[in-house]
């Protein structure tokens, strides 16, 4: 998993894709979060589509409420589609 976030680091900017707070120079594993669970949906576990950089906080707000952010619920919608789920 951690070569596929450093590959997502080095292509979007450092920044929630729901705030825009600035993450760091750092990419830790805090900050990606799979909107399909890898779990339930393991053929999207892989897919840079699924994964959205989000703050910490964001990250423990979106694991108690998956459908507590906007922008979240739309990708979600697009890769149900994308999957045919």
Same mark, same amino acid.
């Given at each position: 998993?951690?070569?596929?976030?450093?590959?997502?680091?080095?292509?979007?900017?450092?920044?929630? &894709?729901?705030?825009?707070?600035?993450?760091?120079?750092e990419a830790l594993s805090v900050f990606f979060h799979?909107?399909?669970?890898?779990?339930?949906?393991?053929?999207?576990?892989?897919? &840079?589509?699924?994964?959205?950089?989000?703050?910490?906080?964001?990250?423990?707000?979106?694991?108690?409420?998956?459908?507590?952010? &906007?922008?979240?619920?739309?990708?979600?919608?697009?890769?149900?589609?994308?999957?045919?789920?």
């Amino acid at each position: 998993m951690r070569d596929l976030f450093l590959q997502i680091w080095k292509k979007r900017t450092h920044n929630s &894709e729901v705030s825009g707070d600035y993450l760091g120079k750092e990419a830790l594993s805090v900050f990606f979060h799979h909107i399909l669970p890898k779990e339930k949906y393991p053929q999207a576990k892989l897919d &840079e589509e699924n994964i959205i950089l989000l703050t910490l906080d964001e990250h423990i707000n979106i694991e108690n409420d998956m459908y507590k952010y &906007e922008e979240v619920n739309k990708i979600r919608e697009y890769l149900k589609k994308k999957y045919e789920l």
